[in-house]
Nanobody, 124 residues
Framework: QVQLVESGGGLVQTGGSLRLSCAASGRTFSQNTMGWFRQDPGKEREFVAAVSWTGGSTLYADSVKGRFTISRNNAKNTVFLQMNSLKPEDTAVYYC?????????????????WGQGTQVTVSS
């Protein structure tokens, strides 16, 4: 069983920044790709960013490229999402996810454990 606990969400003005954290336990964290996804009510969960198990490879959705940065600290079993230049359209519940694979994936189907989510609201 894997537990993922997100933190760091909140309310921020347009152009502001937030840093999300996800603490993982229950599986060898350093061997798994980790991802961040987001979801608006009534919409499908969408890919935001992913980082390989080494931290050496990353992948971003076009909508956040250049504004968001994903990173991980394997010694502390934690993955981060630094979000800068936030826009109202970034408003969503953000979820951390763990994949049983070492390759990077955008599809939700390639992730088998999910956190409970943290709300990010960007006001205009």
């Amino acid at each position: 069983q894997v537990q993922l606990v997100e933190s760091g969400g909140g309310l921020v003005q347009t152009g502001g920044s937030l840093r999300l954290s996800c603490a993982a336990s229950g599986r060898t964290f350093s061997q798994n790709t980790m991802g961040w996804f987001r979801q608006d009510p009534g919409k499908e969960r969408e890919f935001v960013a992913a980082v390989s198990w080494t931290g050496g490879s990353t992948l971003y959705a076009d909508s956040v490229k250049g504004r968001f940065t994903i990173s991980r600290n394997n010694a502390k079993n934690t993955v981060f999402l630094q979000m800068n230049s936030l826009k109202p359209e970034d408003t969503a519940v953000y979820y951390c996810a763990s994949s049983p694979y070492t390759s990077i994936w955008e599809s939700v189907r390639m992730y088998d454990y999910w956190g409970q989510g943290t709300q990010v609201t960007v006001s205009s």
